[in-house]
Structure formats: structure tokens, C-alpha cells
């Protein structure tokens, strides 16, 4: 175990893949003499060169097309979309192309494609800039979509992905890169498709995944010591495939869920853990299903309004208060 | 399993000056006649399968372009890459992808190459590296460029030759796949199917610069315009196209000739003038070879008679394979979902529950 950052653990884990397969190249806006936007290829070029770490020309739909298509002739490359606001640019490269080759001829062509980008406000960057628009993908079936939370994650899921023979949307975030957190030393890839309790509890399930499962382990913590709860918390690591039984298996125990997801409500990913935990957990659950989500508004610059439009810490605490006292007065119970 | 079925007598691959008299000039525009005869008789019986409603959804035909995918396909090595568009069934046959499996695609069955994933838009055949009919325009020109990025990176000598219609140079794609092929010097040749129509738009009423093999200069890339009509002169000018590619110049070729019929067999073209519906009567390239190669004394009758006799037999033969196949059986539905399986893939029927009813938990269960 080391620790370090979410951003380290990324970087380490594409310099190990490039030096264990030679198929594996990066391609993208401003990662080689830039180092990236956000400085997690810092470095790559240096070793690998200009054949394997591709400074591309700002063309998203052109440079991802081509790298799915180097990947249906047996490359493995890794795209680096500077945040996922641009990868509208390449929809069609990914929904209609990625995502379809291997169904739509027969199982002929596989496309063994990383995209990594990450998504997130916060950061003043006004309502082009700031979305989570993970929902795009894996609403896909074809796509795989991965959101790690910590750096082991990180980790253990970009292994995955290089590894897979499917295309993959790796979902980074701007608050995490930063993140510190233990890194195993193996190289042993994790699975994409399995949800992890990363924090057992008896009292409330917190749906979450990638910034949000930060958080939620965090008032988790905090709320033990404040508030005597026992909170648990599922991080949901893969999108697409979505590990459906994990959720529903800890509301079973628990009997209440909140869920938390850093994109907007209506439509968003929390609805469709919600449903899932409706067809899967209703005769368990003693209060409804609550979600906290961003508000319904284009990302504001100012920074008043944009706190007030991110879920934070504490919308996670009032919701899981508030779930938590309507079990107890259905229980006839005065929990405060 | 042993399952019977119609043998077909299948044409052999039709790439490279092949066919038994090719070494001379007569020799070689006589196998492109007939090359040409049996895609115009595929689509025209494709045509009346769909009208049968034996095929599905759109169907798309090379009526009228025959002379510029023989010509272009014959100029590919074995081991070149080929993409395009969802006009694509006598890029298939020329690839020398067997006529009946190409024909089962459209009918949607087990054998089809596609196995009956992909329908008429979407042929795809590994061995001939056909890597796919592409249904979204313009779709084909990035992946194009990445396969010749692969191709680059190894160190092949293998070109990719990525096939468009004219309209389709006005789509971002076009650009973006243009610039990077320049820029990285990429084994590709682009090469426009200029039929003077996307649909019903003309390429005058689309294009700002009607001279679509122009457009190149943008990219400092080479470029040529050619008779689509005359299969030699295509041939050439796709060899000369590849040559540029593989020694790391891309290339664009325009290759100008007419769409016979509609857009899709349902399209019945009415958009089109009484002047342009006569013009298409002489620009039809199958009738005029034939009527070159009998005026040079290269084709008698009767030979033009038996060469079109042999691909009806032959496309008869594919229908038979078509129909013989049976559907794709419902069980493998979800086969092709991901090529790595992975926990929590999604198996459910549409009418499915997520959960099987579970037993209700007791109440007052603990918690
Ligand atoms: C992105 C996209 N937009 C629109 C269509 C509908 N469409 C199918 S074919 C076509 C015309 C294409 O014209 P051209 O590129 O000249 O090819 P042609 O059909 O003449 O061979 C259009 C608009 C589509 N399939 N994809
Ligand atoms: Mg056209």
C-alpha cells in the first residue's frame, strides 16, 4: 500500500499499462507538451514519445472516431476528452460507433477504447463547463461506464478498462483529483460491473458514486459522532453495468435509502436507483426513497449561486435526517 | 448440426486485375463487365426482394455506380481495409464476400455477415476486410482514419480506402478525419462517390465548393477528380491514389457518375426533371461498356448474353442460400452486447420484472 492522490494513481496506472502492452497509446487535446489539462499524463511523453502519447488537433469527434478505430484493428488506446462537457462533440462517435461495432456486425469487430474525463462543478466555470453528463453514456447498453470515488479505485478500474475489450467511459471528476487516499502496490484489475459497501452500516443506505461517494462517506463519519447513526454506504463504481443487487441488498437490511448523484435530478441516475430499489427492496422499505441532486439550473459563474445549486455535505445530512425521522413516525417511534 | 443447404456457386474474390484474361486490356474490361453485371443484378433482385417485403428496413443501392466499385475494389490489395457507407452491397460482392451471404444479410438471417445484426447498411466481413457499412453519414471517415493510424503504428504497408458520397463532404467528420490524416500522415484514400445527389439535394445546393475533390487543398492533401463511369480509369486512379497513401500521403478521390434510381428502393425520385431522368439513360455504365466491348470486338452477343445469364443463375443461387437461412434464434439476443463479459450485464426481456418476487420480510423483522 502507498498513498496518494486520485491523480497519481491515474498517472502510475497508464505509465504501467503503456510499459506492459505496447498496443496501449494515449491520444488527446494538450496531454503530451502540455502535460494535460489537468496533469495527469505529466510525464508520459517524456518516456513514451510522441508515437505513443498523441497531442491531437482540438477535433473530439475526429480524434475519438480514430481511436476507435485503431482499436478495432487491435489497438488499445486510451482517449483523454479534457472534461466531459467536450465529449458532446464525439456523441456520435461513441453512441452510434463504439457502442454499436461489436452488436451491429455480429460480435466481428471489438473495441477495446478508454475514455477518460472527468465531470464536476464547482470550480466557477460557468454552465458549459461544469456538467455531469455521465447519464449520456450509460444510458448505452454497448458502453461500460466506470466512476471511482478514491484512488484505489481509480486504480483498480483504469486496469480494468484498458484491459476490457469493450469500449469504456472512465468517469473522472475535478474535486477528486486531488483526493488522497491507500493504493495497493499489485496491479490487479478490479471489475467493472460490481458496486462496493464501502462503509457498512446498520441505520440508512447513501447511494452515491464517484464525487458524491466522497462525500457520503464523509457525513457518514461525521454523522456517527453528531448524530449516533449507523450509516451505509454503497459506492456504486460502474454505471453500465449497475450493479443492481448490491443496492437493493443493503436496503433490505437497512429498510431506507438516500441517493446521491452530482448531475440533475429529473431523468438522472438517481431515478433509476430509486426504480431499483423499488422493484427490488419495496416490501423492506419504511420510508421513501429520497435523492439529492443538483438543482435544475444551467451552472451559474457566481459563486453564491453555484454553491447553492451543487449537493453538498450538508443536503446529504438534512436528507438522511429527515428520512431517518419518517421511518421513526411510521414506527410510531419519535426519532429526532 | 447438419443442416442442408443450396450450394452456391460463389464468385470468386474480385480484387486485383483477376479473372482468367485480365493481362490484356480487353482481357480486364471484360472481367469488369462482368463484375458489373453481377452487382447490377444483385441490387435490381434486391430491389424486388424488397419490394416482396422480404427485406427490412432501408435498402440502399449501387444502381448506376458499378463501373466505380469494381474499379475501385480491383485497385485494393488483399490485405488493404475497406470502409463506407450504408450504399454498400457492391463493395461487398467485389470484395469477394460470398453474394449469398451478403444476400442472407439482407434478409436478416443466421448466415447473413452480419449474422442478421446489421441488415443491408451494415455489412461486415473480417476476412475481406470490409470493416463495415456505416448507416450514420459520415461516420465511417473517422474510424477509417484511426484504422490507417493502426496501421501506421505497426509499421504495415497496408492502405485503408474509406468510401463517401458527395454530400457526405460537408459533414464535420469529413474535416476532422481530413486534418488529422494530413497532419499524422496516414495510409488512407477518401474517396467521394459523387452521384450529384445526397438525397434529393444536389451537390450545387449543398457544397460550397462543387468541386468536391478540391476540398483537399484545405489540408494540403492531393486529390483527383475521375469518370465514375469508366471502371480502367477508376482502377487507375485508385492505384495511384494508394500508392500515395502507403507512402504516407493521404489522398482524396472523386469519382463522378450518376444514381440511377432513388435514393432507397422506396424512393421513387420524383424531384428529378424529365432532362435528368433522359441524361440517365445514357450514363449507365453496364450498358455502355457493353456496348464498347461489342463495338471493339472484344464481347459478341451471345458472350454478353451468357455473361448476363451466369449472374442471374448466380444471384438465384444467393437468394436460395438467403432463404435457406434460417433466423437468428431469439436465445442469442443478448450474445453481442459486450465482448468481455462482465458481472450485471443486463439479460431482461422487455417484459421482464428486475426481481423476482422475493418472500416478504417479516414484521417487525430486526433491524
Ligand atoms: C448524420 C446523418 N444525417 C442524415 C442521414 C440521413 N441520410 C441518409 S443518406 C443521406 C444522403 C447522403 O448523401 P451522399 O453522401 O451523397 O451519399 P449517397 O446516398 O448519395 O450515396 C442522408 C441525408 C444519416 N443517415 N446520417
Ligand atoms: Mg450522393
Known amino acids: 500500500m502507498s498513498i496518494m492522490t486520485y491523480r497519481q494513481a491515474l498517472r502510475d496506472t497508464l505509465r504501467t499499462e503503456m510499459r506492459r502492452d505496447p498496443d496501449v497509446l ?106 455531469n453528463i455521465e447519464l449520456y453514456y450509460a444510458f448505452v447498453p454497448g458502453m461500460k461506464v466506470v466512476a471511482p470515488s478514491n484512488p484505489a479505485d481509480a486504480k483498480s478500474l483504469l486496469l480494468a478498462a484498458i484491459r476490457d475489450d469493450d469500449p469504456v467511459l472512465f468517469l473522472e471528476n475535478l474535486a477528486l483529483y486531488n483526493a488522497k487516499g491507500e493504493v495497493p502496490d499489485d496491479d490487479t484489475p478490479g471489475e467493472i460491473g460490481r458496486a462496493a459497501v ?12 464517484s464525487r458524491m461517494a466522497a462525500v457520503a462517506l464523509t457525513v457518514a463519519e461525521r454523522m456517527a459522532q453528531t448524530d449516533g447513526i449507523d450509516i451505509e454506504v454503497v459506492d456504486l463504481r460502474s454505471l453500465r453495468p449497475l450493479d443492481r443487487e448490491t443496492v437493493v441488498d443493503s436496503v ?41 441532486a443538483m438543482a435544475e439550473v444551467p451552472l451559474p459563474y457566481a459563486k453564491t449561486l453555484e454553491t447553492a445549486a451543487l449537493p453538498s455535505a450538508d443536503d446529504v445530512t438534512t436528507a438522511i435526517r429527515q428520512t431517518l425521522a419518517s421511518v421513526g413516525r411510521r414506527a410510531g417511534k419519535d426519532i429526532p | ?153 505497426r509499421g504495415g504497408d497496408e492502405a485503408v480506402a474509406c468510401v463517401m458520397g458527395d454530400g457526405t463532404t460537408n459533414i464535420g467528420a469529413f474535416h476532422e478525419s481530413l486534418n488529422i490524416a494530413a497532419l499524422w500522415n496516414l495510409p488512407v484514400v477518401y474517396v467521394v462517390v459523387n452521384n450529384g445527389l445526397g438525397m434529393g439535394t444536389t451537390v450545387e445546393k449543398a457544397s460550397g465548393e462543387p468541386e ?7 489540408y494540403r492533401m492531393s486529390s483527383a477528380r475521375v469518370d465514375g463511369n469508366d471502371p480502367v480509369a477508376v482502377r487507375e486512379a485508385m492505384l495511384s491514389a494508394l500508392a500515395s497513401a502507403r507512402s504516407g500521403r493521404p489522398f482524396l478521390l472523386e469519382a463522378v457518375s450518376s444514381r440511377l434510381k432513388g435514393h432507397s428502393v422506396v424512393d421513387p425520385a420524383k424531384y428529378r426533371t424529365r432532362e435528368e431522368v433522359e441524361a440517365l439513360r445514357t450514363s449507365d455504365p453496364v450498358a455502355a461498356l457493353a456496348f464498347r466491348l461489342r463495338d471493339e470486338g472484344e464481347l459478341t452477343d451471345e458472350a454478353i448474353a451468357e455473361i448476363d445469364a451466369e449472374a442471374t443463375s448466380a444471384v438465384a443461387a444467393a437468394v436460395a442460400f438467403a432463404e435457406a437461412s ?39 423483522a430486526d433491524r
Open chain 1, 26 to 131: 494515449l491520444l488527446g487535446e494538450e496531454i503530451g507538451v502540455f502535460e494535460g489539462s489537468y496533469k495527469i499524463t505529466a510525464g508520459l511523453l517524456a518516456e513514451f514519445g510522441e508515437k505513443r502519447v498523441r497531442d491531437t488537433p482540438i477535433a473530439e469527434e475526429g480524434f475519438t472516431g480514430a481511436a476507435i478505430g485503431a482499436a478495432m484493428l487491435g489497438l488499445r488506446p486510451v482517449v483523454e476528452i479534457m472534461t466531459i462537457n467536450f465529449s458532446l462533440l464525439a456523441l456520435d462517435q461513441i453512441v452510434n460507433h463504439a457502442a454499436k461495432i461489436y452488436g451491429m456486425f455480429g460480435g466481428q469487430a471489438r473495441v477495446p477504447l478508454v475514455i477518460r474525463t472527468p465531470g464536476g462543478g464547482g470550480q466557477q466555470l460557468g454552465a458549459t463547463h461544469s456538467q
Open chain 1, 198 to 209: 464501502t462503509r457498512p452500516g446498520r441505520d440508512i443506505t447513501v447511494v452515491a458514486y
Open chain 1, 252 to 292: 433490505r437490511r437497512t429498510h431506507c435509502a438516500v441517493v446521491l448523484e452530482d448531475d440533475w435530478l429529473t431523468y438522472g441516475i438517481g431515478a433509476e436507483i430509486a426504480a431499483t430499489i423499488s422493484d427490488g427492496a419495496f416490501d423492506w422499505l419504511d420510508a421513501p426513497v429520497r435523492r439529492v
Open chain 2, 1 to 153: 448440426m447438419a443442416k442442408r443447404r443450396p450450394t452456391v456457386r460463389e464468385p470468386r474474390g474480385q480484387h486485383g486485375p483477376a479473372g482468367e484474361d485480365a493481362a490484356t486490356d480487353g482481357g480486364q474490361r471484360r472481367e469488369f463487365y462482368r463484375r458489373m453485371v453481377f452487382i447490377r443484378r444483385f441490387e435490381e433482385r434486391a430491389a424486388r426482394a424488397y419490394t416482396q417485403a422480404e427485406i427490412g428496413g432501408y435498402c440502399h443501392l449501387n444502381l448506376g455506380e458499378e463501373a466505380t466499385v469494381v474499379g475501385l475494389m480491383s485497385a485494393l490489395e488483399q490485405t488493404d481495409y475497406l470502409f463506407t457507407n450504408y450504399r454498400e452491397h457492391g463493395y461487398a460482392l467485389a470484395r469477394g464476400v460470398a453474394a449469398g451471404r451478403v444476400m442472407a444479410e439482407l434478409y436478416g438471417r443466421r448466415d447473413g455477415v452480419s449474422k442478421g445484426w446489421g441488415g443491408s447498411m451494415h455489412l461486415f466481413d473480417g476476412n475481406a476486410r470490409l470493416l463495415g457499412g456505416y448507416g450514420i453519414v459520415g461516420g465511417q471517415l473517422p474510424l477509417a482514419t484511426g484504422a490507417a493510424l493502426a496501421i501506421d503504428y
Open chain 2, 212 to 218: 468536391l475533390h478540391r476540398k483537399a487543398a484545405s
Open chain 2, 326 to 364: 434460417p433466423a437468428p434464434s431469439v436465445d442469442t439476443l443478448f450474445d453481442y452486447t459486450y465482448a468481455t463479459p462482465v458481472p450485471n450485464d443486463s439479460r431482461r426481456l422487455p417484459g421482464q420484472p428486475l426481481f423476482e418476487p422475493a418472500p416478504l420480510p417479516r414484521i417487525g
